[in-house]
């Protein structure tokens, strides 16, 4: 069993669309959780990062964390084409940043 | 632009041989991560360096090593290549002194490696 579980996808909304994007894990020592969005040919970048369990909210886009069931979750509100990407989620134990990276989501918005 | 830059940008050999990819921190960055990202496997860690010394390994092969050196860059050494090493190649760092540790890493835009 891989340490992070990360459907790939494909996804594809139409514009405007609200996206939910999960990821699981069976660290029970994560406590440290991210979200990293990677356009084509680029690195990837943060987009969202959350301690312990909880909501974060940035704009149209929320992170939630339930560490009683290893999930996580990305929504993206009113999508836009610009949120094209592939959609990483992030975690580690100790913010030293050994993190782990789930496989990947490939969204595809549609104008 | 992340201020962590990558060369080469694209690289082709054989298999067989050996190739160095190298990797310059943002500035005053101490900790340096390799990390393999290939279609089906996603980004698998490799390994961290922190002010020069070796902090975590992942999922690295024998046949790879790596090293940062005492101005912070980062060497990534892949020998006997394989078909299957054939992948982006990305350095990420992170923790400048200073700065407060948030957790996140700052990608550079990867080497991308294929070998025949």
């Known amino acids: 069993q891989k340490e992070v579980e990360q459907d790939p996808g494909p996804l594809s909304v139409p514009e405007g669309a609200i996206v939910s994007l999960n990821c699981t894990y069976s660290?029970?020592?994560?406590?440290?959780f991210m979200w990293y969005r990677q356009y084509s040919r680029k690195g990837p970048e943060l987009l969202m990062y959350t301690y312990s369990s909880g909501n974060k909210e940035d704009g149209r886009f929320t992170a939630q964390v339930d560490k009683s069931s290893k999930y996580i979750s990305l929504f993206i509100r009113d999508s836009q084409p610009s949120d094209s990407a592939t959609y990483l989620c992030a975690m580690s134990a100790n913010n030293n940043n050994d993190m782990r990276f789930g496989a990947g989501t490939r969204l595809t918005v549609k104008p | 632009d992340s201020g962590v830059t990558q060369t080469p940008k694209h690289l082709i050999t054989a298999t067989g041989q050996r190739v160095t990819l190298r990797c310059s921190p943002r500035?005053?960055?101490?900790?340096v991560y390799w990390y393999q990202q290939s279609l089906d496997q996603g980004l698998q860690f490799l390994i961290h360096?922190?002010?020069?010394?070796?902090?975590a390994k992942g999922n690295i092969l024998e046949r790879f090593s790596a090293q940062q050196f005492p101005d912070l860059h980062s060497e990534l050494n892949l020998s006997s290549l394989e078909l299957g090493d054939s992948a982006l190649y990305f350095c990420?760092?992170?923790?400048?002194?200073?700065?407060?540790?948030?957790?996140?890493?700052?990608f550079g835009e990867g080497s991308r490696l294929t070998v025949l």
């Open positions: 990420a760092s992170s923790v400048a002194l200073g700065r407060p540790n948030t957790g996140e890493l700052f």
């Open positions: 360096y922190y002010n020069g010394e070796e902090r």
């Open positions: 660290n029970s020592a994560f406590q440290y």
């Open positions: 500035s005053g960055d101490l900790s």
